[in-house]
């Protein structure tokens, strides 16, 4: 299962669009990436994930690069609600495990 | 409403004791589970199943035990063989392989042992 690496804390001005990004060098072809994400001492919830292709859904874009060693998470208009810890995640498609790493702590401010 | 549900929220426990979490899901999904969290630190697996009847361990499940006689109910007991039960626990459920697979999460369990 692929390890999956990100910056331990991210600024991003409320308003603005957010862009938290994801290394995944040891990503197999079968492994999705998964984006949680985790607002204190609440269960994670659940935002985007991809394959090879980027999404978009109402909460956010995933842009997986080609080769897809890494991803970026975008939150187009980044809210004070928005501040939470952004986990990128690898999960095995023949498994189904989560692997979780230590996250970003995105923190929008006013 | 559809959701999962953990209860307590907070729970106290002296050392040496066993105490079993609570992880109640009405969205009719297959596959549940049971993640421990540690301050500042990631998700880590402790049990899983795909099925009722049927759990698979994950990456730390010494001194964990579960089981799975309801496909709604998937408690976990915390034994005395847990060095450090001291931790956040969540529960999280997915509907089968053919379908979706997002992850659901409940709200959590705050396990303090004293």
């Known amino acids: 299962d692929a390890k999956t690496t990100q910056p331990t804390s991210m600024d991003c001005a409320e308003g603005r669009a957010a862009n938290l990004p994801c290394n995944h060098s040891t990503i197999s072809g079968n492994e999705y990436v998964y984006w949680y994400r985790q607002i204190h001492s609440q269960g994670p919830q659940y935002i985007i994930h991809?394959?090879?292709n980027n999404e978009t859904n109402e909460m956010a874009s995933l842009i997986i690069t080609e080769d897809r060693k890494s991803s970026t998470l975008i939150l187009p208009h980044a809210t004070l609600r928005d501040t939470a810890v952004y986990y990128c995640?690898?999960?095995?498609?023949?498994?189904?495990?989560?692997?979780f790493g230590t996250g970003t702590l995105l923190a929008v401010q006013p | 409403d559809g959701g999962i549900t953990q209860s307590p929220k907070y729970l106290f426990r002296k050392e040496g004791q066993n105490v079993t979490l609570s992880c109640e899901q009405n969205?009719?999904?297959?596959?549940m589970y049971w993640y421990r969290q540690d301050p500042g630190q990631g998700l880590r697996l402790i049990y899983y199943s795909q099925i009722v009847n049927d759990f698979q361990k994950g990456d730390i499940a010494e001194g964990y035990s579960v089981s799975r006689e309801k496909k709604e109910s998937f408690p976990l007991t915390v034994t005395s063989a847990q060095k450090n039960p001291t931790a956040f626990y969540l529960c999280a459920s997915r509907p089968g392989l053919e379908k979706y697979n997002e992850q659901f999460f409940g709200p959590g369990t705050r396990l303090t042992v004293l």
């Open positions: 995640i690898s999960r095995s498609r023949a498994t189904n495990k989560l692997i």
């Open positions: 991809g394959l090879k």
């Open positions: 969205l009719n999904h297959d596959a």
